[in-house]
T-cell receptor
Framework: AQKVTQAQTEISVVEKEDVTLDCVYETRDTTYYLFWYKQPPSGELVFLIRRNSFDEQNEISGRYSWNFQKSTSSFNFTITASQVVDSAVYFCALSEESNYQLIWGAGTKLIIKP | DGGITQSPKYLFRKEGQNVTLSCEQNLNHDAMYWYRQDPGQGLRLIYYSQIVNDFQKGDIAEGYSVSREKKESFPLTVTSAQKNPTAFYLC??????????FGPGTRLTVT
């Protein structure tokens, strides 16, 4: 069965620290897609990244980077030099090619203190 | 401006009344979704539609109904049969059935 685990319920760091949010997934499909979304206090979910199962290349976008490792079924998200505006709940999600639904992790609440 | 709109942002209703939440998109996406989120919780799928005039139940469809008469619109009705309707409701659309884009959400309070 498919599943997404975000073991970190809440993380609190001081501004400018680096922080990594963990995401572990389970799937039997060989083709699948992984996502990260940000939910700031306003509530709207913001799409951050999509990674296809056949592309293990890591991604960097400004202060954000993603480490996809099929060997450990993980898709971790790192924020470098965190800022207060990064405070939000971050969700990891999985979609299998055979199933047009997103399987959501429980989310990690990230608190960046000034 | 392309995007997904949900209205209203806040909605208040008395118990026993049906209420319809609006979701409109001008992204030309075929697939649309409705989620419910309770405070401090994750997202739960209510209904989804992959094409006009067709929709499927999600994990928590009881007490809800939808229609998909137009590609751009996917309204959600919260019926009086829904036992705990107070929640944050999010609508999403997808160009390919995988990657989803979300509207700003509607906070429904039923008293």
């Amino acid at each position: 069965a498919q599943k997404v685990t975000q073991a970190q319920t809440e993380i609190s760091v001081v501004e400018k620290e680096d922080v990594t949010l963990d995401c572990v997934y389970e799937t039997r499909d060989t083709t699948y897609y992984l996502f990260w979304y940000k939910q700031p206090p306003s509530g709207e979910l913001v799409f951050l990244i999509r990674r296809n199962s056949f592309d293990e290349q890591n991604e960097i976008s400004g202060r954000y980077s993603w480490n996809f490792q099929k060997s450990t079924s993980s898709f971790n998200f790192t924020i470098t030099a965190s800022q207060v505006v990064d405070s939000a709940v971050y969700f990891c999600a999985l979609s299998e090619e055979s199933n047009y639904q997103l399987i959501w992790g429980a989310g990690t609440k990230l608190i960046i203190k000034p | 401006d392309g995007g997904i709109t949900q209205s209203p942002k806040y909605l208040f209703r008395k118990e026993g009344q049906n209420v319809t939440l609006s979701c409109e998109q001008n992204l030309n996406h075929d697939a649309m979704y409705w989620y419910r989120q309770d405070p401090g919780q994750g997202l739960r799928l209510i209904y989804y539609s992959q094409i006009v005039n067709d929709f499927q139940k999600g994990d928590i469809a009881e007490g809800y109904s939808v229609s998909r008469e137009k590609k751009e619109s996917f309204p959600l009705t919260v019926t009086s049969a829904q036992k705990n309707p107070t929640a944050f409701y999010l609508c999403a659309s997808s160009p390919d059935g995988y990657e989803q884009y979300f509207g700003p959400g509607t906070r429904l309070t039923v008293t």
